[in-house]
């Protein structure tokens, strides 16, 4: 989801990935084999949604 949009894979630190695009920065979580918690991916769903003016 967030490489179709764009962001680009920074770096990883310890068991979190994160992804730039522009100035914009988003952290998740990662641990093979498990899925994110559905709380997780509306957090992120809503910080990569474009500003609305």
Sequence with gaps: MLL???YKFARSKGSHRIYIKGTKRVVLPFHS???L???IIKQVIKA???TQK
């Design 4 to 6: 179709k949009d764009g």
């Design 33 to 35: 084999g498990k899925t």
């Design 48 to 50: 990569i949604e474009p």
């Design 37 to 39: 918690h559905p709380k």
